[in-house]
């Protein structure tokens, strides 16, 4: 199956250049139809239309992004140096504890299959 998400700069970068391999979602309607060897297109948010594709290479859910980050080695986020606390308060600014609180969170671990610009 095949899926389409849209990321911010820094992470889509990230992912580009191989330094993160484990994308951060909530564990919502749209993520729990996501399955291990689907492909995901992400989009960058920057308005360019660069594009890449990964494939799904595992999947693991948490109660909390705490735990997660807690569970996965901060360079598999390519969040090396950053604490903790502090992922999860960069996190916050994209999910509300309340939408965790709801859904759960997911971490996606991918590998990238091709890039696009557009």
């Known amino acids: ?11 889509f970068n990230s992912i580009k250049t191989g330094k993160k ?3 951060v979602r909530l564990n919502d309607e749209i993520r729990r139809k996501v399955r291990i060897g ?3 297109t992400f989009t960058k948010l ?8 990964v494939e799904v290479t595992e999947l693991r859910e948490f109660p909390t992004f705490r735990e997660m980050y ?6 598999d986020f390519d969040a ?5 606390d502090e992922m999860v308060q ?20 991918i590998r ?7």
Do not use: C, F, R
């Open 1 to 11: 199956m095949k899926h389409n998400m849209g990321l911010y700069e820094t992470p």
């Open 112 to 118: 990238v299959i091709s890039l696009s610009q557009h």
């Open 70 to 75: 807690k569970s996965i080695p901060a360079k």
């Open 21 to 23: 391999i484990v994308e």
């Open 90 to 109: 960069q996190t916050y600014q994209i999910y509300s504890p309340e939408q965790e609180k709801e859904w759960g969170t997911l971490a996606i671990n």
């Open 38 to 40: 689907d492909n995901i």
């Open 46 to 53: 920057s308005g360019s239309k660069e594009t890449l594709t």
């Open 80 to 84: 090396v140096g950053g604490s903790i």
